[in-house]
């Protein structure tokens, strides 16, 4: 298995356009590092200078202590999954997956041996001897990256490998992947544009915007720590609300003022408003929806204009308007309120984040 590492990678197009910028990061043997971002802001562009199918405009490429950026992809030795994936439709199961193996001239029962082992992770034993037309969809997505997994490349390169599956296999494709890390002890680059895969297989997350690193860190740590209110807003769902808040000092008090509301920072965000200079300021309010709740103190409470409910099960999303601003807010399945209702929530003052006007950074980590 390798470490791969990027030194200031950039790619730009012969029409000027710049779709990686500077991309510096550090990828350490047996990590499951997702890249994620919206579409368009250059995950499938990293993955495939990483595979050496696209050439790296300037910077270096680094796996295992080589420079890559001139070796062929061949010699890479790394191994790629698809969105789209293609198997030989007049082989079985078992020969699709032995395909890559027999053309590097792996022994028979060492083919054998990986294919069972492959299939045995991905449930798919009892399909060996199918022909891919008698095959859901599903398992054909199995068997591609079961074909990927048969062979011991230095690192597994997928892109959106799961977006083709509906809800259902996705979420169960989702806890297999996450085995075969584990099994295999691979080295994995995951690229998605869905946060949940993206928080639940990833031991670390690089959220990127506009060819942009925006943050590298840990699931929880892009969760509770985003760096600024693009990760904040990206990853989490539904997402967190925001909203423009004056930040006012009112006798002893640190508040922050939208419309009526008027809510009370506590003291770690009171002293650090105070001491960067954002009183008599506006900044960025951020509450996730789950950080609203029922009850609570007269000074977190805040009242919004329900316009629509989602009630699922275990809980309810309410949708509707403060001001003029979006918001949505998880509560329990007790609430009995319905659209065209006002209802008083109560913030949980611990957990908001607060973003500055023009940089759009975090201002409060905790
Ligand atoms: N051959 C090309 N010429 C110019 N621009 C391209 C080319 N291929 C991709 N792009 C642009 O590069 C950007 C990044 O694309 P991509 O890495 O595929 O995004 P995604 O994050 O959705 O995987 C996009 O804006 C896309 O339009
Ligand atoms: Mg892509």
């Given at each position: 298995m390798a470490s791969l590492s990027f030194v200031n990678v950039c790619k730009t197009y012969?029409?000027?356009?710049?779709?990686?910028?500077?991309f510096n990061l550090d990828i350490k043997d047996r990590e499951f590092l997702i890249l994620v971002g919206?579409?368009?802001?250059g995950k499938s562009m990293t993955l495939r200078m990483i595979a050496g199918l696209e050439d790296i405009t300037s910077g270096e490429l680094w796996i295992d202590g080589q420079l890559m950026n001139m070796t062929s992809p061949q010699s890479r030795d790394l191994s790629m999954v698809f969105q789209s994936y293609a198997l030989y439709?007049?082989?079985?199961v078992y020969q699709n997956m032995a395909f890559g193996l027999k053309v590097h001239k792996v022994p028979k029962d060492e083919i054998e041996k990986r294919v069972g082992r492959a299939a045995e992770i991905l449930h798919i034993s009892h399909l060996l001897d199918r022909k891919p037309s008698a095959l859901s969809g599903g398992q054909k997505q199995r068997v591609a990256i079961g074909s990927v997994i048969v062979r011991q490349p230095k690192a597994y390169l997928m892109d959106?490998?799961?977006?083709?599956?509906?809800a259902k296999l996705r979420s169960q494709m989702r806890v297999e992947l996450a085995k075969i890390h584990r099994e295999l002890g691979a080295t994995i680059i995951y690229v998605t544009h869905d946060q949940v895969e993206a928080m639940t297989l990833g031991t670390r997350i690089v959220v990127m915007n506009s060819g942009v690193i925006q943050q590298a860190a840990s699931p929880n740590d892009i969760y509770e720590n985003p760096v600024n209110k693009f990760v904040a807003g990206f990853i989490g769902s539904p997402s967190m609300n925001f909203f423009p808040v004056w930040v006012a000092r009112r006798g002893e008090k640190i508040c922050l003022e939208f419309g009526k509301n008027k809510l009370i920072a506590n003291e770690i965000c009171s002293k650090r408003l105070v001491e960067d200079g954002y009183v008599g300021r506006r900044v960025y309010l951020g509450i996730r929806p789950?950080?609203?709740?029922?009850?609570?103190p007269e000074e977190q409470k805040i009242l919004f204009d329900v316009e629509m409910k989602e009630v699922l099960g275990a809980e309810i999303l309410f949708h509707g308007r403060i001001n003029r601003e979006e918001i949505c807010v998880r509560l329990s399945p007790n609430v009995k309120a319905e659209p065209g209702e006002r209802l008083p929530v109560y913030v949980d003052m611990d957990r908001i984040k607060l973003f500055d006007m023009d940089t759009e950074q975090n201002i409060i980590y905790v």
């Open positions: 012969k029409n000027g356009l710049t779709v990686v910028k500077d919206p579409s368009g802001c439709p007049h082989l079985t959106e490998p799961l977006s083709n599956l509906d789950e950080d609203f709740h029922e009850e609570g």
